[in-house]
């Protein structure tokens, strides 16, 4: 599994700046960003190189922040990748409750980040022979 900090955030000019200003000025390194907005708030969940780290000086610097347990699964960065995964959680009737992905640059693969609330999603992906990413493979743990 791998820890996601979830960050709640007014939804106003400048907020996501002082967020990532914030951590850069930690040394946090983000390896994965995506917001999520209403009118009136944010909800922005970063993968990071020390979410510890990171939950403690966002803490700090007033931002309501936790930390998720997500999981990461890496597949060819092709046409079909992402449809795989999720076939696999479709046929064991297990619910996404939301996704994101990312590719590094010049890699033939792309990383999915699931969050999911079933404790078997694991393991089902492993006996589906897909490869669940490490923690210590996107980050360094605190």
Known sequence: MIEQLSVFIENKAGRLAELTRTLSGAGVNMRALILADTA???????????PHDAKRVLEENGFGVSITQVIAVQVPDAPGGLAEVLEVFGKEEINVEYAYCFVEPGSEYAVD????????????L?????KVV?????YARD
């Open 40 to 50: 009136e708030f944010g909800v922005v969940r970063i993968i990071c190189d020390r």
């Open 126 to 130: 492993q006996n589906a022979g897909l």
């Open 134 to 138: 490490p923690s210590e493979q996107l």
């Open 113 to 124: 980040i699931f969050k999911v609330d079933d404790e078997r999603a694991t393991a089902v």
